[in-house]
C-alpha cells in the first residue's frame, strides 16, 4: 500500500485548508485509516482516524473544527479543518492499517502552517 498526501500549506488563524490522502496498491486490505500529526519538538499524535465502515475518533484539541472522511471507491482519505489555530501548525501524516497484512502504512508529511 502508499499512501500519497497533499493539501498542505500556509493559512491564516480562522481559515481552513482540506487534506487529501490516496491510497494505491493492496487497497482491498484496508480498514482504518487516519492523520497523525508532529509539531517541532513534540511527539506525532493522533488527529482523527475513521475506520472502513465509517466510525470516526477525533482528539479533543480538534472536535468540531476538524471532520475526516473517506471515499472508498476512490480510496481517499480526507481532513477538513476549520477554524485553524496557530498551534494547528504542524506536519500532517497519512496512515492506513490492514488487518489482512497486520501492517501499518505512512505516508510522507504535508506541512500545515497556521500563521497571520
Not at 500500500?1 to 493559512?11: E, P
Not at 482540506?18 to 492523520?35: D, H, P, V
Amino acid at each position: 500500500v502508499q499512501l500519497q498526501a497533499s493539501g498542505g500549506g500556509l493559512v491564516q488563524p480562522g481559515g481552513s485548508l482540506r487534506l487529501s490522502c490516496a491510497a494505491s496498491g493492496s487497497t482491498f486490505s484496508i480498514n482504518t485509516m487516519g492523520w497523525y500529526r508532529q509539531a517541532p519538538g513534540k511527539q506525532r499524535e493522533l488527529v482523527a482516524a475513521i475506520t472502513g465502515g465509517g466510525s470516526t475518533n477525533y482528539a479533543d484539541s480538534v472536535k468540531g473544527r476538524f471532520t475526516i472522511s473517506r471515499d472508498n471507491v476512490k480510496n481517499t482519505v480526507y481532513l477538513q479543518m476549520n477554524s485553524l489555530k496557530p498551534e494547528d501548525t504542524a506536519v500532517y501524516h497519512c496512515k492506513a492499517y490492514s488487518p489482512y497484512y497486520e501492517m501499518e502504512y505512512w505516508g510522507k508529511g504535508t506541512l500545515v502552517t497556521v500563521s497571520s
